[in-house]
């Protein structure tokens, strides 16, 4: 199939198709192979995020000068 076929195809789905079809594009191109055979961690995972360049901009340590809420069963 040829690029202009595939995009006239994908033009013609519906909302919902075109919204799954960019968030799984979106996904190939952040993770590499979608489908690994191998499960990720999870701190593997948030390395590889977009997000990951913003903790130079964020302070993502916890803030202890508040008051914890104790738990009274």
Not at 14 to 38: C, M, R, V
Not at 53 to 60: G, K, R, S
Request: glycine share 2%; no cysteine.
């Amino acid at each position: 199939m040829v690029i202009p076929e595939l995009e006239q195809q994908l033009l013609q789905l519906p909302h919902n198709d075109k919204l799954y079809i960019i968030q799984l594009l979106a996904q190939s191109l952040t993770t590499g192979n979608t489908h690994s055979e191998k499960p990720t961690k999870i701190s593997e995972f948030f390395r590889q995020s977009p997000l990951a360049e913003l903790t130079e901009e964020l302070d993502l340590n916890r803030d202890r000068s508040l008051p914890r809420d104790t738990f009274n069963p």
